[in-house]
């Protein structure tokens, strides 16, 4: 699986040195540890929800995710998110995590080569949630992205609608 990683990640003619490769892989292996205890968990579309929010427009998809993400819901929400990169060029997320429970590992691949793809159209990822561990892995995130990811929690949603739209 390592390898196939690689050579996708090659198709999409990223030029990555061996330290951003071995970094990428790191956090790939440490999000697939933390969400192995889900993956023998049945998948069941009527326990996983994303709902687009009121506030999405342009360059801002805003969304609400809770249950445990599905490949066809995360399929969903690229091409929403290929949508508005098409449209504005550029993209910034706020999502809004409530009981969320992770993604199945078909859908966290997925989402991991889309922001390979796209790495230099995010402009910000606002995370919403009630998690110190969403808290923790956003700054973990931090050190191997070079996305600009902030995690906020529930209380402060309104300085995280703040900041998404900051500076457009």
Request: aromatic share 16%.
């Amino acid at each position: 699986m390592l390898f196939a990683v690689v050579l996708q990640m090659k198709s999409y003619e990223i030029a990555y040195n061996y330290s951003d490769y071995l970094l990428f892989f790191l956090e790939f292996f440490l999000v697939t540890l933390y969400y192995s205890k889900f993956a023998n968990m049945k998948l069941n579309r009527k326990n996983d929800m994303h709902k687009i929010m009121d506030g999405t427009e342009g360059a801002i998809v805003a969304v609400k995710l809770s249950g445990k993400l599905s490949d066809e819901s995360n399929d969903e929400l690229m091409d929403i998110f290929e949508k508005a990169i098409v449209k504005t060029g550029n993209l910034r997320v706020l999502m809004y995590l409530e009981n969320f429970k992770g993604w199945n590992p078909g859908a966290m691949l997925d989402e991991f080569k889309f922001a390979i793809k796209h790495r230099d159209k995010f402009e910000r990822i606002a995370i919403i949630g009630d998690s110190e561990w969403l808290n923790w892995f956003t700054k973990a995130d931090y050190i191997f992205s070079p996305i600009n990811e902030k995690y906020f929690n529930t209380n402060d949603a309104k300085k995280a609608w703040k900041w998404i739209k900051e500076g457009l």
